[in-house]
Every structure is written in C-alpha cells, then in structure tokens.
C-alpha cells in the first residue's frame, strides 16, 4: 500500500483523506531523505495509531529520529536496516516484517510497507510508508507451528506406523510415520516412490481380504479393521493390525483415510503358542479318557469274564470233593475246570498283551 504524501489540511479534500488515514488500522508514516539527521532521514508524519498501538505519540517519532531503531527487537535491527539500504539503492518498494517494543513492555510483530517518492516541485526523495500490527497473525502462526511440532514428535516416536492414504483405489500414500523403517524396512521415500508398496507387502494368503476390506472401507466410509500378516524388506513374516478412518471436512466430504500399522507380531506368537499348550492338553486329556476306558473295560472284565469261570471252578472242585463220584464224572468235571482255567488264561493274557489276536472263548 502506499501513502501519497500528507500535508497540512488546505482543503475540504486534505482534511477527509487525512481523516481517511488516520481511521485505517495500522500506523502510517512519511519520512523524508535528510543527511544532518543521524539516520539520514528525518520523520515528518506518523498518524495517531501510534499512540494507540506502540504507546508513543507521533511527535515523540518527530522529535527522535532514532526512535523507530530504538524500539524495534535487537535480533531485528540489522536485517531492518540491510533492507532499507537495498531499498534505497534500488528504488524498490521496502517490505519487513520485524519486532518493536511499545511503551508497556509488550512486544510487537509488524509488517512494513514503504515506497520512495519525489516530492513535486523540489526533487526531493520521501518515504511513505504503512505498518501493520500482524502480532496476532504471528501469534497464530507460531502456535500452530508449535502444535506441529508437538503433534510431529507425538506421532514420529508412538510404537505404530501412522499414514494417511488418498481415497483412491491404490490407497496411495500421502504420509507415512518413520517408525515404517524400524518396523518393516521401508523409509517414507519408498512409499512415495511405490504407490502400490502396501499390496506388494501383503502376506499372499490375507491379500485378497484386505484389498477387498480397502475397497469397502473407501467405498462405504466404514472404518477399516484388519489383522493381517505383512513380509518386511528382510523377509520376516509380521503380524500387524491395522485400523483407518475416513477423515471429512466441515460439510462432510471426505478427505482422506488416516490410520495406525500395530505390530502384533508378539501377541500372535503368544496365541499360537497357547492354541499349541491347549492342543496338548486336549490330547492329554483324550489319552486320560481312553485310559480311563480301558480301566473301566479291565474293571468289567475282571468282575464278569473272569469271576465267572473261577466261580464254576469253584464249584467244580466242591462237587469233587463229594464221595460217590464215578471215575468218569471225575474226569468230565476236571476237564471242564480244565477248559474253564484255559480261558482264563487266555483272557488274562489279552489283558497283559492286547497286541494279540484274541482267542475264541469255548462254547
């Protein structure tokens, strides 16, 4: 912006455009080209926002032509003036954006605009000049430089690789978190270079559900949820879960897919490793049932097989305790308690060695 040199009020036209400058927001001044002074100029205007903004009023600027150095920041000063020379040399507009001090201690930004002029008639050279009180902008601007810093750091050191994907149907990557590297190998070059890194990596047997996942995910806008195995630069088969949202503007249209890769590698090892001890107990278990058969079979056969033929030898050997047996009814009652004691020997034996062809019993 530049400020046509201000002369005393000599009309009703003077009077509104000072009127004019002096009601802008900002601090306008001229200061014109002076070699007795100091600082080789000498200020002849500043308008009263002065006062309101730095807490000088415009004489005190009139009186001190140093004043405008004297409160600007020290680490501003000699990149202030660099400036200004240039400006001079080259008759180019001047432009800084730099530090001062007001009166009540406070510090400043502003952003200074100037041009240099030929006073008509004279020859003479003038600046005339506009500054800006941009100290809420560059509040602004260092807040959220340091919320992204802060933010940065946040997700550059969390244990998970952190991405945001475009919403196409490669999910092409837009930022990938450096934990990538530590985890699977891959720098953020390579997923730039690559748009299609993310499918090439899928472990073949979980490819297709996670493409077809993706596509749903963009597709619907519902959250993407998945576990799934990844092969890292040095071929190690990683377990990950991985969860993304659709990320919308304010009128609900969406902008990108952001997300967080978790290895759970260790996780998944723990869980076979405990579906492998849950198997072997299974198996302990089925061979306890089956033992537990084969006592309950011994129990019925040593309670019915056997106490059968041992009761009829029993009574075998009762009966030939009585007197008045013929020879040949000796003989058949021993070659029953005989046959009897035979099967169950051969009972027993099947019970000691159940490897063996069972033996039919007698009739």
């Known amino acids: 912006m530049t400020i046509p040199e201000i002369q005393p009020p000599t009309s009703t036209g003077a009077v509104d455009y000072r009127a004019l400058v002096e009601q802008i927001p900002a601090i306008t001044y001229t200061e014109i080209h002076d070699r007795t002074s100091p600082t080789g100029q000498r200020t002849t205007y500043v308008s009263p926002q002065a006062a ?23 680490a501003d000063r000699a990149r202030v003036m660099a400036a200004e020379r240039a400006a001079e040399v080259t008759r180019q507009p001047f432009h800084a954006e730099y530090r001062m001090t007001a009166r009540d201690g406070r510090l400043l930004w502003f952003r200074d605009d100037a041009v240099i002029v030929e006073r008509s008639g004279s020859g003479d050279t003038l600046w005339q000049g506009v500054m800006y009180d941009i100290t809420a902008e560059k509040t602004a601007e260092e807040q959220a430089r340091r919320a992204e810093i802060r933010y940065r750091s946040l997700v550059e050191t969390l244990p998970a690789v952190v991405f945001i994907d475009q919403l196409d149907a490669r999910a092409s990557n837009v930022y990938t978190s450096p934990e990538s590297e530590r985890l699977l190998g891959y720098t953020t070059r390579d997923w730039d270079d690559d748009p299609d890194l993310w499918a090439k990596i899928l472990h073949p047997e979980d490819r297709d559900r996670c493409l077809e996942a993706q596509a749903r995910h963009v597709r619907t806008g519902e959250p993407f949820d998945q576990t799934y195995r990844v092969i890292a630069r040095d071929d190690r088969t990683l377990w990950v879960r991985d969860v993304a949202v659709i990320v919308h503007d304010d009128d609900g249209t969406p902008l990108y897919s952001q997300g967080f890769l978790l290895d759970i590698t260790a996780q998944k090892q723990a869980e076979l490793a405990l ?5 072997r107990e299974h198996e302990g278990a089925e061979r306890l049932r089956h033992a537990d058969e084969a006592r309950t079979r011994l129990l019925h056969t040593l309670s019915h097989d056997l106490r059968g033929p041992l009761t009829a030898i029993l009574v075998a050997a009762s009966t030939l305790e009585r007197p008045g047996l013929s020879q040949a009814d000796v003989t058949e009652i021993l070659r029953g308690m005989a046959d009897r004691a035979r099967h169950m020997d051969r009972l027993l034996t099947e019970l000691l060695d159940p490897e063996l062809p069972a033996t039919p019993s007698p009739p």
């Open 52 to 74: 309101r903004i730095l807490g000088h009023a415009p004489s005190e600027f009139l009186r001190d032509p140093q004043l405008w150095r004297t409160l600007r920041h020290p």
């Open 275 to 279: 579906q492998e001890a849950l198997d």
